[in-house]
């Protein structure tokens, strides 16, 4: 319980500052105890010397906070426990990630559970946890030890105050470090450091929490030696389809390690032909190697508005992946929440139990898993395929030859990692002749490392996904169908596509037998299949699929609009050209 002394309240203005409250309530927090008593202080002329006074210490090590009646000063006070939090070692760090003050801890991350039950608790991983008003308050206690002359008897010990604690955690002007997120394994910097000392690195932003484990340099291990070790011992037993899944598989796993630097990366999808072949085992080894721990799953709202909540409490406690397991089999993923997640620095929403917003990283890797799977056009150019496959007639029965995924992980843990920095720290002079992928930190930071060791470019598992979807297919028979109908830079309307029975408004206006023939076969062999949503009479649907089009790339083609006489007119020009 927390025992308040005297008749006071405290509470945060409604702009968000700190600032002083008048005599009579509890506030100043000054270092020393003064020799006189409570008259003496309330008779004093001058300025307070409160800031040159040297800090006191309890007989436990914790800071004395004075709480002074007579000369209120709610800033400073704030200052002063803040200052003994950071500086007296508690049973816990104080960080601010995305403003909101938390704690490392092994807990079941929120929004998650267990692989293969949606109704067993997740696993538990080291997180960062928000801090709420009763944890907040044990953590001073464990730092700051606190006297008041609020009864005018002298100085008397109470415990903390519970009404300093909202103060702490909604000060816009706190002193506690901020952190990008918390990583349990080394990395490669930008700069090409080697970050394998645990703690907050204050540069990056990032802390480093190893929990036990030591970790090794690569010493003189090179860039090939690591692919060999990882492409071999680590994912050896997984049949991947074709070089170039291998290579998306051993980039998924950079991925994973360096994300906490990267500002944005690709996410990747796992996916498979049959039950069995290995999907959820690669995405677990890969977890195991950074955390040591078990991975939690995650399963995909159809939502988007729980899709904007659950992706708030996930980037709050920092986990390295996000993983949805196990999509229902051949089923198209669509999800602007996750689209825009993977192309954006940050994400804003609101903190579930508190009653505040939060802009956080969003450097946590995307995997999806599934039989199957498919996308739409948005998540295909943001999602990195390893296909598996497998030989065995019946591969839900395959057994892999270390079936103890954990403890096998675990024994090779630290091997593995070494070969993974080896790659990292290894060359990374910009491949000129491979194509960006758009995600130019990542380009740098796991791409050309890879290339440079010899990997074959995974980035062209790019494509492969896009030209799997089904919107791309519909995209890619209109835009062959309108080259075909208009040709190359020629102007035309949505009206132009209107039909009525067998005939069109571009059919009646046709110059010529030519031009119909043309015409008549756009529809028959391109677009028939396709038709707008609410059909070919319907100028605002046909508009909506030609929308689709504008600023795609589509095997080299994209559709551009202009307006003439206020009036959208389209036409379909050749990518490179534009980009030149």
Not at 355 to 373: D, E, Q, R, V
């Amino acid at each position: 319980m927390t025992q308040e002394t005297g008749d006071f309240s405290l509470a945060l203005p409604s702009d968000g500052t700190l600032t002083e409250l008048p005599a009579g309530y509890w506030s100043s927090a000054v270092d020393a105890a003064p020799e006189q008593n409570v008259d003496d202080h309330a008779a004093e002329d001058g300025e307070s010397d409160d800031q040159d006074r040297i800090p006191e210490y309890s007989a436990d090590g914790r800071r004395i906070i004075y709480c002074d009646y007579t000369k209120p000063n709610l800033t400073q006070m704030v200052t002063s426990v803040e200052d003994a939090v950071r500086t007296i070692p508690g049973k816990s760090e104080v960080l601010r990630h995305g403003g909101i003050h938390c704690y490392i801890a092994a807990t079941s991350p929120r929004y998650f559970h267990a692989i293969g039950d949606v109704k067993t608790k997740a696993p538990s991983i080291p997180s960062l946890v928000p801090y709420e008003k009763a944890a907040m308050l044990l953590r001073i206690d464990q730092s700051a030890t606190f006297m008041s002359n609020a009864k005018k008897k002298g100085w008397e010990p109470i415990e903390v105050p519970s009404k300093l604690v909202p103060l702490i955690l909604d000060n816009p002007d706190s002193h506690f470090p901020e952190t990008v997120g918390l990583v349990t394994h080394p990395l490669v910097l930008p700069n090409g450091e080697l970050l394998i000392e645990e703690g907050l690195h204050t540069d990056s932003g990032i802390y480093v929490y190893f929990g036990g484990i030591t970790f090794e340099a690569p010493g003189e291990m090179t860039p090939e030696e690591g692919v060999h070790i990882l492409r071999e011992e680590m994912l050896g037993e997984f049949e991947f389809a074709t070089e170039t899944d291998a290579a998306a598989a051993l980039a998924l796993v950079l991925t994973v390690i360096e994300r906490k630097t990267l500002d944005m990366a690709p996410g990747f999808m796992i996916n498979a032909s049959t039950q069995g072949s290995g999907k959820t085992t690669l995405a677990r080894m890969i977890h195991l190697l950074v955390t040591g721990h078990d991975l939690p799953v995650a399963s995909m709202s159809e939502n988007v508005a729980e899709q904007n909540k659950e992706l708030t409490a996930m980037l709050i406690a920092s986990v390295p992946i996000v993983c949805f397991d196990n999509i229902p089999d051949a089923h198209k993923i669509s999800s602007p929440v996750l689209a825009k997640a993977i192309t954006s620095p940050t994400h804003t929403g609101r903190i579930l139990g508190f009653s505040k917003m939060a802009a956080l990283p969003t450097n946590a890797t995307f995997l999806i898993t599934g039989n199957n799977i498919t996308t739409d056009m948005d998540l295909s150019r943001r999602l990195l395929e390893v296909r598996l496959t497998s030989q065995d007639a019946r591969p839900e029965q395959r057994r892999f030859t270390h079936p103890h995924v954990i403890s096998h992980v675990l024994n090779h843990r630290t091997r593995w990692m070494q070969a993974a920095l080896s790659i990292l720290h290894g060359h990374r002079e910009v491949e000129m002749e491979a194509r960006p992928s758009g995600f130019h930190q990542w380009d740098e930071m796991v791409r050309w490392p890879l290339l440079r060791a010899g990997v074959t470019d995974p980035v062209t598992k790019f494509d492969d996904l896009r030209e799997q979807s089904p919107d791309y297919e519909q995209m890619f028979s209109w835009m062959l169908g309108l080259i075909h109908g208009f040709g190359i830079g020629k102007a035309f309307r949505a009206q132009d596509l209107v039909r009525k029975g067998e005939t069109s408004v571009t059919l009646q206006a046709a110059s010529s037998h030519q031009e119909s023939e043309r015409l008549k076969e756009m529809y028959a062999d391109y677009l028939s299949g396709h038709p707008p949503q609410k059909g070919w009479s319907n100028v605002n649907s046909i508009g909506i699929s030609l929308k689709r089009l504008v600023g795609r790339n589509i095997d080299g083609y994209t559709l551009t609009t202009r307006k003439i006489h206020g009036t959208t007119h389209y036409s379909v020009e050749e990518k490179l050209a534009l980009a030149s």
